[in-house]
């Protein structure tokens, strides 16, 4: 499984973003698509995630303003950022977990995103 990332650019604080990723390979063996990011300096961490049942989890620090949206028959998943703040500046990645596993996998070379104060 193999996923890509594209969307980043550079935002003012308040301003908004869309990522998109796409997923090929063994696309069937896919349930979980999640949006990750790591920020210089810190650990990466897990943004959010969208089940193939359409089950969504948000970190707290990003409800309300992100929304997770995926396409199981195109095999994407999409970040709508709203209300960005500079402390969401980081490069985001998007992984997939198969069934029954616990691994992600597919990580690419993730989209920057930097959002100026």
């Known amino acids: 499984v193999q996923l890509q990332a594209s969307g980043g650019g550079l935002v003012q604080a308040g301003g908004s973003l869309r990522l998109s990723c796409a997923a090929s390979?063994?696309?069937?063996?896919?349930?979980?698509m999640g949006w990750h990011r790591q920020a210089p300096g810190n650990q990466r961490e897990l943004v959010a995630s969208s089940s193939r049942a359409g089950i969504s989890f948000y970190d707290d620090s990003v409800k309300g303003r992100f929304t997770i949206s995926r396409d199981n028959a195109r095999n994407t998943v999409s970040l709508q950022m709203n209300s960005l703040k500079p402390e969401d500046t980081a490069v985001y990645y998007c992984?997939?977990?198969?069934?029954?596993?616990?691994?992600?996998?597919?990580w690419g070379q993730g989209t920057l995103v930097t959002v100026s104060s």
């Open positions: 992984a997939a977990r198969r069934f029954g596993r616990e691994e992600w996998i597919g």
């Open positions: 390979g063994n696309v069937f063996s896919i349930n979980i």
